[in-house]
């Protein structure tokens, strides 16, 4: 088996998430002030602060990053490599290399993120198959793989919408999402992901999840709206 059909297996293979969420170095209000930020300012800041600034910024991105590591790397990987160390990782890498950035946005920034996230995740997995040196095709198909997932969680906010906000509007909606479904009891999480994420019916996510097809159901409808509220709450 090819390196590619590897990754792409390790990403098929996603399973239930672990009752584990992703520890922040804010506080909850100092990241509440953070969340009502303007991100472009935020960007602005680090470029012109340094690294305290940065790190108060990637901070904004944890939940995002760690949700996209989780559900891209499965399988094989996925237990030998908790998603927290790829992200910490991609913070350290961004630190280094945030001279480099060029841009002044946040859709740009968390290109730039995701780009760095990638090609950690391809360093890991080159490891663990034993392939020797850099891989540029492997580190594209991980970084488009990537893209991809922003995407879907962007398209994702369309099953969560309420009434934007002058802020939310200005902000990367996949990001919004993510930090509003880490937010979520993990049982909650899973049935959105499994039925908007995967695209499994009810009866496969009952199979998948080993519960009746009615307490799915309710289980689900209970997720949207405690994630329509959530996002309400950050927007």
């Given amino acids: 088996m090819s390196i590619e059909e590897h990754i ?5 293979a996603n399973s239930g998430f672990p009752d584990q969420r992703p520890l922040s170095i804010e506080s909850l209000d100092d990241r509440s002030r953070i969340m009502t930020a303007d991100p472009d300012e935020l960007i602005s800041a680090a470029k012109r602060d340094g690294e305290e600034a940065l790190g108060r910024l990637l901070e904004f991105y944890r939940n995002y990053l760690h949700l996209l590591a989780r559900l891209e790397v499965g399988g094989q990987l996925q237990r030998k490599l908790d998603a927290s160390d790829l992200v910490q990782e991609t913070f350290l890498d961004a630190h280094r ?18 780009r760095i996230l990638a090609n950690n995740a391809a360093n890991v997995a080159r490891h663990y198959l ?18 991809q997932s922003a995407n879907r969680l962007a398209q994702l906010s ?37 039925r908007h994420w995967e695209g499994l019916t009810f009866p496969q996510i009952a199979e998948r999840m ?3 097809l009615d307490s799915v159901e309710k289980l689900w409808m209970r997720a949207l709206v405690r994630l329509r509220s959530l996002v309400g709450e950050q927007t």
């Fill in 8 to 12: 792409l297996a390790f990403s098929a």
């Fill in 210 to 212: 080993n519960r009746s």
């Fill in 130 to 147: 034993g392939v020797k040196g850099r891989d540029i095709r492997l580190e594209q198909n991980l970084t488009e793989s990537f893209e």
């Fill in 158 to 194: 369309a099953i969560s919408a309420t009434s934007p906000s002058q802020h939310a509007m200005r902000r990367e909606q996949s990001v919004v999402l993510a930090d509003a479904l880490m937010q979520l009891p993990v049982d909650y999480r899973e049935a959105i992901v499994l």
């Fill in 97 to 114: 290399n945030f001279v480099t950035f060029e841009g002044t946005t946040e859709p740009q920034f968390v290109a730039w993120l995701r």
